[in-house]
């Protein structure tokens, strides 16, 4: 029984329950507490073609080949794409470059053109990709073609998987390796940590001198792009983040910690929210209105000079993002409460909006309204593009499919999805995606407003809080417990930010002299205008800002 655990009783009563819910056992809840490198991670290995991957990888060197690394341009494929390029800095190899496709001028994807030109006009005669390339049947071809071999290392699904000389990637039909949920730099430092080990063990020249050991400082890369690309925290991927956050808070990466110096964030009490909130947006700003390029220098650059100016046009660049998503957001919103009556898919959009940036803004209005939400705009190659978020019924990825004869191409999951069209087919979209809806069965959820358990104010303290995070890494399928704060009384309430978007609430407690603080960013219109607050659902969170250290509740609802 899980009462038995040692460690069971000395938890605080809401926590215990919690752990009740969440753990079948003692020995369950024993093995989630205990981080342990050998048992919780897998031997690289185990992926079928891994071995095949790393003896042409080594043949490469022997031989002076000229190698391409090609990665995807977001907060994934850019620390996927470092995390090779140190490998190869480390062994002292030279003869390789990296390739990182223009978000708006190329798209995602292994693309033809830019295989024949690295392979033509570069010399490559091998190309890894990362976090890229298992559907690019066209690219694979290119390749063939022209006599270069092409290893793919990525995570997405294998819808048509093409003619490589090697495919590492779990979700891969007949794949051995263990665990299926791995990011994709997550299966490119399982290259690297291949490819190390089979190098020393082969006595070649620049792997003998290189530390035991030295793949885990990696692990600082391989933790954002797992929290950034929200992949479940549970099994394998719980333990990298768990050690990849050791890594990044003693990383002496200089851009890193200039970016982190920058935005107030401080590096030694680093957590998976500063991942998610504080480091991965200022990554994903440089392909979304720059170029990755931008980011992929920063994180990897040792030259003080070019990191700050890499860090300034990106801190431009960022708040070109917040200013234009939040322009949209206004717009659509506006759009959507002039409707008289709401439809159960809302369609909007405009050729001025910046389709990197339409995600967001859906998510917002699809929570908000309880709808789903898809907007739309044109990119630079003059393509309609549209993003689509849910926000208490349906699935995306199942509507979308539905109506793909009138898409160019589309993807997705239940809850977010995206597509491309033609600009004549914009004006009936909506229709016909509230038809399907119907068609499809979908029916709108009540939403419920669920927690986990009850505190009181003076429950904010650190003592709490460190009990609370033997649960974490908190993020996708290991969500941070919620919890919930009633007969309160509301000591003061203020709207603040360039925009009053966000609202602050310091409340205690009825009968407890220890106020607690609450945040609620962006909040919805309903609740900055609540005027008798009686209850707070939220998180708990360290914020670190400024070096200002507090503990304070994340709202998730207000009633």
């Not at 597509?419 to 009936?428: A, G, H, I, T, V």
Request: hydrophobic fraction near 40%; glycine fraction near 8%.
């Amino acid at each position: 029984m899980i009462e038995e655990h040692e460690l069971f009783a000395s938890l605080p009563d809401p926590l215990k329950d919690i752990v009740k819910k969440r753990f079948s056992g003692k020995g369950d809840f024993d093995d989630f507490l205990n981080f342990d490198y050998e048992k919780d991670l897998h031997d690289p290995f185990l992926f079928k073609d891994m071995q095949k991957a790393v003896e042409r990888i080594l043949q490469a060197i022997k031989k002076g080949e000229k190698i391409a690394i090609y990665s995807d341009f977001d907060a994934d494929g850019i620390p996927g794409g470092i995390i090779l390029k140190e490998t190869f800095d480390k062994i002292g190899y030279e003869n390789f470059l990296n390739y990182i496709p223009h978000r708006n001028k190329e798209g995602y994807g292994l693309h033809k053109e830019a295989v024949e030109k690295l392979i033509k006009d570069n010399g490559v005669s091998l190309i890894l990709t990362v976090d890229v390339g298992i559907s690019d049947t066209g690219a694979a071809a290119v390749a063939n073609k022209l006599g270069a071999d092409l290893i793919i290392t990525d995570h997405h699904e294998a819808l048509n998987v093409p003619e490589a000389f090697a495919i590492i990637n779990p979700k891969l039909e007949n794949e051995e390796y263990p665990f299926k949920e791995l990011c994709g730099a997550a299966v490119a430092w399982k290259l690297s940590s291949a490819l190390l080990e089979r190098g020393k063990k082969s006595s070649l020249p620049g792997f003998a001198n290189i530390k035991e050991g030295w793949e885990k400082w990696l692990l600082s890369l391989v933790a954002l792009s797992t929290v950034a690309d929200m992949m479940p925290l549970i099994g394998e991927n719980r333990a990298l983040v768990h050690f990849g956050l050791i890594a990044m808070q003693k990383s002496p990466r200089p851009g890193l910690r200039a970016l982190l110096r920058h935005y107030g964030v401080s590096q030694n009490l680093l957590d998976e929210t500063d991942l998610g909130f504080s480091i991965a947006p200022k990554i994903n700003a440089a392909s979304r209105l720059g170029d990755p390029v931008l980011a992929f220098n920063l994180l990897s650059s040792t030259d003080p000079l070019q990191i700050q100016k890499d860090l300034l046009e990106i801190d431009r660049l960022n708040s070109k993002r917040k200013t234009e998503s939040a322009k949209i957001s206004r717009e659509a919103k506006k759009r959507l409460k002039a409707r008289e009556t709401l439809p159960k898919v809302f369609l909007t959009g405009d050729k001025s909006w910046n389709p990197a940036l339409l995600g967001l803004s859906a998510g917002k209005l699809a929570d908000e309204f309880g709808r789903i939400v898809c907007l739309w705009g044109q990119d630079e190659a003059g393509v309609f593009k549209g993003s689509c978020r849910n926000g208490n019924s349906g699935h995306i990825a199942k509507l979308l499919d539905s109506v793909k004869e009138r898409l160019i191409n589309y993807g997705g999951h239940e809850g977010a999805g995206g597509f491309s069209l033609d600009f004549e087919n914009l004006l009936e979209f909506e229709g016909l995606l509230n038809e399907s809806y119907e068609k499809l069965g979908f029916e709108s959820q009540e939403q419920k407003v669920e927690f986990d358990a009850e505190l009181l104010s003076s429950d904010l303290n650190w003592d709490f809080y460190k009990k609370l995070r033997l649960l974490a890494p908190f993020g996708i399928a290991n969500p941070a417990p919620i919890f919930r704060w009633s007969n309160i009384e509301i000591v003061s309430k203020r709207l603040f930010g360039k925009n009053k978007e966000h609202l602050e609430i310091v409340f205690k407690s009825t009968g407890n002299n220890q106020s607690a603080k609450a945040i609620a960013f962006f909040a919805k219109d309903e609740w900055k205008k609540l005027e008798n607050i009686k209850e707070i659902y939220g998180k708990i969170e360290k914020s670190s800002f400024m070096k200002k250290l507090e503990l304070r509740v994340s709202v998730t609802n207000l009633i």
